[in-house]
């Protein structure tokens, strides 16, 4: 029952709880909207109120499309000849009437491409990561998730009739302990590259412990366009690979690669593969052509460039994903606002999407940026230090280097905890 109003004795309604928990949102600087952004790669023009001064055409770092293959020609093409043969949607689930044979082509490249004997598409990552631990985590298995884990993860853990512990960020003496008391089975579930911090997880050490105790490995590869590549680590242990075909690939959806019989199984069981609508033929065709790219000479010239910019930003640093912490949520907000006024937009990141406390600036490079938007970025993010100061960046988080812009490093810093968040 609704808590009763103290003054009067009578339960708030609906109207009134809304607009409490809205102004909540508003007083702790955590209210959002998105904004539209007509664009067509990084370079478009920011909709909302430029009349204060700001600059509605911007260059964003915000965008996962981290090799800028939603634009491509080949990806754009596949994508409007599949429209024209089969239409812009799938009309029903893949195992009643919504499968189609590009469907069964894209399934094929992406086990080929990440050296898995099946794989198996769904409309979004989301949904994979949902489906996965959803028929992997049964009553009486464990589930052991990284405390910095993508909120599919979290939620498709929540789902699952599983037993779920949480383990310390990247702490793997911390995983084998809740391994050992697992009353049965256990599967251990983790990004390969976490969405907000770009740090990567121990996979060594994560493979060891789920060899030793003979538990399931589940990665998220999501945001691993430059790597690691997991597979050296994983001899001698049941793993499954879950990706998207949303952000490498610049398309629309996820899928779930292993083992013939693992595959089989989450299709016959994984709840948010069977009773939803199969991924559209455009984005199955799209995603199908960026694969087939990956694995060219262009596909290689891509990730190199990435990889420069990367190395030119934020030397040393495994991924495009390089957070800028500033703490409160009126700072990172603030800081967002100092780059758009300057053709510059990355959207601050504030909780609950990271803990409290570590409120930030998360910026995304992509192949599509110009080696001078790299550039320049760099110099305008020496601006937000020096306006701002940082807190230092997330766990695992490499210093900036570029054009003077230096951010504390990593080494001492302290980011308060999300163990028990999940």
């Known amino acids: ?100 044979p590009v469907h069964h082509e894209l399934e094929a490249a992406l086990a080929a ?9 769904f409309p979004t990552g989301f949904a994979a990561n949902l489906g996965v631990l959803g028929t992997f985590g049964e009553a009486g298995v464990r589930i052991c998730s990284d405390e910095l884990n993508h909120a599919s993860i979290v939620d498709g853990a929540r789902l699952a009739r599983a037993e779920v512990r949480v383990y310390r960020h990247g702490d793997v003496e911390h995983l084998e302990a809740l391994l ?24 060594a050490g994560l493979a060891r ?34 990706g998207t075909l949303s952000k490498t690939l610049g398309a629309l959806g996820g899928f779930v690669a292993g083992p013939a019989p693992f595959v089989e199984l989450v299709v016959n069981r994984a709840r948010s593969y069977i009773f939803t609508t199969a991924l559209t033929p455009p984005d199955a065709a799209a995603a199908l052509a960026a694969v087939r790219l990956l694995d060219t000479d262009e596909g290689a010239a891509l990730r190199a460039r990435l990889a420069a910019h990367v190395a030119h930003l934020a030397p040393g640093h495994p991924s495009p994903i390089v957070p800028v912490v ?51 970025l760099g110099r305008a993010l020496a601006q937000v230090r020096a306006g701002f100061g940082t807190d230092g960046p997330g766990p695992g988080a490499a210093p900036l280097s570029a054009v003077g812009a230096t951010v504390p490093s990593a080494v001492g810093a302290t980011v308060p905890s999300a163990v028990g968040a999940q």
């Open 209 to 242: 412990a789920c060899r030793r105790h003979d538990a399931l490995l589940v990665l998220d590869e999501a945001h691993a366009v430059l790597g690691p590549d997991p597979t050296p680590h994983l001899e001698g242990v049941a793993a499954v690979r879950v």
């Open 1 to 100: 029952m609704a808590p009763e109003d103290a003054a009067t004795g009578a339960r708030p309604g609906w109207g009134a709880w809304v607009a409490a928990r809205c102004a909540e949102l508003e007083a702790q600087d955590r209210w959002r909207a998105p904004r539209p952004f007509d664009a067509r790669g990084p370079e478009g023009t920011l909709g909302g109120d430029a009349g204060d001064g700001g600059r509605p055409d911007v260059v964003a770092f915000a965008s996962n499309d981290y090799l800028g293959l939603s634009a491509h020609p080949a990806v754009v093409a596949a994508a409007h000849e599949a429209l024209d043969r089969w239409g812009a949607g799938a009309g029903a689930s893949r195992l009643v009437t919504g499968s189609r």
């Open 326 to 376: 500033l703490g409160s949520e009126a700072r990172a907000v603030a800081a967002s606002e100092l780059l758009r006024r300057r053709g510059i937009w990355v959207p601050a990141i504030r909780p609950p999407t990271v803990p409290p406390g570590t409120a930030r600036l998360r910026v995304s490079l992509s192949a599509a940026h110009t080696a001078e938007q790299v550039t320049r």
């Open 180 to 203: 050992a008391g697992a009353p049965g089975r256990a599967v251990v579930v983790s990004d390969l590259v976490f969405s907000m911090d770009g740090d990567v997880a121990p996979v």
């Open 113 to 121: 491409h990440w050296g898995c004997e099946r794989a198996v598409v």
